[in-house]
């Protein structure tokens, strides 16, 4: 800058009707370039050089911690629910970055079920502590199936999402995705969590009723009626068994018990009512009831857990035995 113009500009500054915005270019926390016609960098501020009245004549300083090219991301999440809206398993939880549906476009595949994302216990919520989590699923809709696995992490004030690579389910792989990191401003990240996940005007009776089942048995209040049996997850949707040869579908509620290395579904098919209503009969059936009237559709797991044939007897009463007794 030459001599006479840095005696003006500090003639300039030393006149009352400059003055110092402190937040004057992060509008609402992202870099917006500051008005007036000429503008000077000097040192960590925005020096704006336009004259004529005090509303455009003022220096304008940056946060220290952001640069131009370090910009702040936006997150929405929305739900689409399938054309055919008994189909629950069909919902899924698209990722809005900038508006933009990112991982569909550089991936394709579709978003992950609602429910494995948002709630209290939300993968999406981020900590001091990565942690990879899929953000997006296989086309065919399959929980565990390929995926899109991002690293999540929260660095003071921000939100950081890295790290992009093809998976199955939250496990990465060396196949990197071409995707630039993601910030976002950790309480603008946070409130649309908790508006994604309180904002169940999508949600269906079936899917209600399962989301309900889980908040309350996950807790742990209560143990199960047969104490072998922990809570794994519950679900709406269609399971699909054969029973005497012929085979049988049920919509409604689908609820998934584990003990080691066996798995059981049983079914509680969707016969009406208020959700919250229906959700307490489950839960009763579960606790309290003896378990000879559990419905059994599906039984998983390691196949040398079971007894011999044990694996293929599906319906009611056919939660056990076991082949070790705990003791």
Request: with cysteine; hydrophobic share 35%; net charge neutral.
């Amino acid at each position: 800058m030459p001599d006479g113009t840095l005696i003006r500009l500090r003639r300039q500054l030393g006149e009352p009707r400059w003055r110092t915005r402190r937040h004057g270019p992060y509008r609402n926390r992202r870099p917006v370039r500051p008005l007036g016609r000429r503008s000077v960098p000097c040192g960590g501020a925005i020096v704006d050089l336009t004259r004529g009245g005090t509303q455009n004549n003022r220096i304008e300083t940056a946060p220290t911690r952001a640069s131009w090219n370090l910009m702040v991301n936006s997150l929405r999440l929305a739900v689409r629910a399938p054309s055919d809206g008994h189909l629950d398993e069909r919902h899924e939880l698209r990722i809005l970055v900038d508006g933009q549906d990112v991982f569909g476009e550089a991936w394709g595949g579709m978003g992950r079920d609602p429910d494995a994302l948002l709630g209290a216990d939300s993968q999406l919520a981020a900590t001091d502590r990565p942690r990879h989590v899929a953000v997006q699923r296989c086309g065919c809709g399959e929980e565990g199936c390929g995926s899109v696995v991002a690293r999540i992490r929260r660095a003071g004030d921000q939100v950081i999402w890295d790290e992009f690579s093809e998976g199955s389910g939250d496990e990465p792989s060396s196949r990197k995705l071409k995707l630039d990191p993601f910030r976002f401003d950790v309480e603008e990240y946070e409130q649309e969590l908790e508006r994604a996940h309180r904002n169940r005007l999508w949600e269906s009776p079936n899917r209600r009723t399962a989301r309900l089942v889980g908040e309350a048995l996950r807790r742990g209040a209560q143990p199960l009626a047969d104490p072998h049996w922990v809570f794994d997850f519950a679900a709406a949707g269609v399971s699909v068994w054969r029973s005497g040869g012929v085979a049988e579908s049920t919509r409604g509620v689908m609820v998934s018990l584990r003990s080691g290395g066996r798995q059981i579904v049983i079914d509680f098919p969707d016969e009406g009512g208020v959700p919250e209503e229906r959700a307490e009969a489950i839960i009763r059936t579960l606790v309290h009831a003896d378990p000879v009237v559990w419905r059994v559709s599906f039984k998983g797991g390691a196949l040398a857990e079971w007894a011999q044939g044990e694996r293929d007897e599906l319906g009611p009463g056919r939660a056990g035995p076991f082949l070790d007794e705990p003791g």
